[in-house]
């Protein structure tokens, strides 16, 4: 079975552009979670997804948002990028809104000029 | 909220010889306690989960760790590394009712022949 598949695998933006990220969670899995990996630090959780709603979000500011489709794949919209978003914006999907363990793909790596 | 304190940030040690990562978490609810292992341009592989049950875990490779509730642990152990157990380890908690996932700052296990 395929796991979870993220893309793009890499992307260079510029200050203040828009960027949409995507993320196609495994099989089966209705929950979809987002997170934030700036260099050298530990992932940062952005936001839960389960049945297309949100359920869980991090502190970051309303410039993130996300959605769910009916086909629980996922998008994480970013607007007026800052240097400072420049990270691997990881995906993890799992079966249920609390059941673990979570599977991570491989992640989006967006640099910021 | 819950938080994770990965004590070391840099472990050195030569192959076959045993490692011990260190983990400290702080919760006021009950949490699920786990270990990824982030390989160069990669995403997260779950080592090992405690959920509930026997404290004494034991995850892929030849890792183990071991929850410890009274000094609020779970620290990761193997008795004989090798060059390839070389990465980024992760501990990570969330909570039993949801799944914001609080990662802590990782610990580079290096592996020297």
């Known amino acids: 079975d395929a796991g979870v598949t993220q893309s793009p695998t890499h992307l260079i933006k510029t200050r203040g552009q828009h960027v949409t990220l995507r993320c196609s969670p495994i099989?089966?899995?209705?929950?979809v979670s987002w997170y934030q990996q700036v260099l050298g630090q530990g992932p940062q959780f952005i936001f839960q997804?389960?049945?297309?709603?949100?359920?869980g979000r991090g502190n970051f500011p309303d410039r993130f948002s996300a959605r769910q489709f009916p086909n629980y794949s996922s998008e994480l919209n970013v607007n007026a990028l800052l240097l400072g978003d420049s990270a691997l914006y990881l995906c993890?999907?799992?079966?249920?809104?609390?059941?673990?363990?979570?599977?991570f793909g491989d992640g989006t790596r967006l640099s910021i000029l | 909220a819950q938080s994770v304190t990965q004590l070391d940030s840099q472990v050195p040690v030569f192959e076959e010889a045993p490692v011990e990562l260190r983990c400290n978490y702080s919760s006021s609810v009950s949490v699920y306690l786990f270990w990824y292992v982030q390989y160069p341009n990669q995403g997260l592989q779950l080592l090992l989960k405690y959920l509930s049950g026997s404290t004494l875990v034991k995850g892929i490779n030849g890792f183990e760790a071991e929850f410890n509730k009274s000094q609020t642990s779970f620290h990761l152990r193997k008795p004989s590394v090798h060059i390839s157990d070389t990465a980024e380890y992760f501990c990570?908690?969330?909570?039993?009712?949801?799944?914001?996932?609080?990662f802590g700052a990782g610990t580079r296990l290096t592996v020297k022949p």
């Open positions: 993890a999907s799992s079966l249920k809104f609390s059941n673990q363990p979570q599977h």
């Open positions: 990570a908690v969330t909570p039993n009712n949801n799944n914001d996932m609080r």
């Open positions: 099989s089966g899995h209705k929950s």
């Open positions: 997804y389960y049945e297309k709603e949100e359920r």
